[in-house]
């Protein structure tokens, strides 16, 4: 896993916001956050929903799917 | 209160499940699940497995903690592995301790249910020297339609 300290533009409040936005960071980005379907979102370690508040304290994970067990 | 590992090494049935049941005799069923790294054609050299330290514990836990608000349970166990495990290794140990064997069955299923859909672990498979993350299955998720 990768990570980084990030400043969110005032107007990005919610996990899709922040996705969107993502995506228009770079091709990189734009490839792995445009198929939403494939991208779980985990705010300060639980599972979020695309509305769920963020704010620039808060830890924000993106993963694919999970496959344990 | 489960006992959740998430750990390297391997796990001991038998030692686990004499640690769940030591010094109780409210408990009359224990289910316990053992999960694999299956090979299906001899092809597999080893399968990786990462996880999201921190919320892998904190998933496990609120798993556990809503199977504790479903059924009676006396008692649970659940330990998952990561890192690089051969064909045959050892992944993820659930068990579950009830009065009863309905609750003790059902809950197992539940928390194998919400692990595999849920727990944040990703597997990646090196097999003949190529190496493919596993996509996920989508009857994973349909699975805990039946929980709701």
């Known amino acids: 896993m990768s990570g980084e300290a990030y400043e969110l533009p005032d107007e990005i409040n919610t996990v899709a916001g922040l996705l969107s936005h993502l995506v228009s960071r770079g091709e990189n980005f734009a490839t792995v956050f445009k198929d939403t379907k494939m991208v779980r979102v985990a705010v300060n370690q639980l599972h979020a929903r695309p509305d769920h508040p963020i704010s620039n304290s808060d830890e924000i994970a993106f993963f694919p799917p999970v496959t344990g067990g | ?148």
């Open chain 2, 1 to 148: 209160m489960a006992r959740i590992l998430v750990q390297q090494e391997n796990f001991n049935l038998s030692e686990e499940l004499d640690l769940l049941r030591a010094g109780r005799t409210d408990m009359g069923a224990f289910v316990t699940f053992t999960g694999t790294v299956r090979d299906m054609d001899g092809s597999l050299n080893s399968m990786t497995l990462e996880h999201y330290p921190g919320m892998t514990e904190a998933e496990l836990a609120r798993i556990a903690a809503k199977a504790e608000t479903r059924w009676p349970l006396a008692g649970c166990t659940i330990i998952h592995r990561y890192g690089t495990l051969m064909p045959g290794d050892n992944i993820v140990l659930v068990i579950t301790a009830s009065a009863h064997r309905k609750a003790a069955f059902e809950a197992a299923e539940f928390l194998m249910d919400f692990l595999k859909s849920q727990a944040p672990f990703w597997k990646k498979e090196d097999t003949g020297g190529e190496t493919k993350w596993v996509d996920a299955k989508d009857s994973d998720t349909s699975a805990l339609d039946r929980w709701r």
